[in-house]
């Protein structure tokens, strides 16, 4: 069973009463809030009108958050194989500077 709220209306300036979605409470229908909850970027109503106690704030874990775009493709892409580009003499070998290194032509 229920605990249920008693109110009293004032017969000069009658209020309208309601029940609170959650816990099922009497109150003056202009003490019910809106509960709100993410959709999407943004809140919307979810079609709760409750008490004051059982408001609950819109959780922020279900926000969606929007990816990032893709980069834009390069048209026309080339592959740039390290070795198709180091200098090779007649014999085959590979030029290499003093230090070791290999030569590149770019
Ligand atoms: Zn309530």
Avoid at 8 to 27: E, G, K, L, T, Y
Avoid at 84 to 91: A, C, E, G, V
């Amino acid at each position: 069973m229920t605990a249920r709220r008693r109110i009293h209306v004032s017969p000069r300036n009658p209020r309208a009463a309601a029940q609170c979605d959650r816990c099922c409470r009497i109150f003056f229908h202009d003490q019910l809030v809106k509960e709100m909850a993410y959709r999407g970027d943004r809140t919307v109503w979810n079609g709760l009108m409750v008490c004051r106690h059982c408001l609950d704030a819109p959780q922020p874990q279900d926000r969606r958050r929007q990816p990032g775009r893709d980069p834009i493709p390069v048209q026309n892409p080339r592959f740039q194989d390290q070795e198709s580009n180091l200098l090779i003499t007649q014999s085959g070998d590979v030029l290499t500077t003093d230090g070791g290194d290999a030569l590149t032509w770019w």
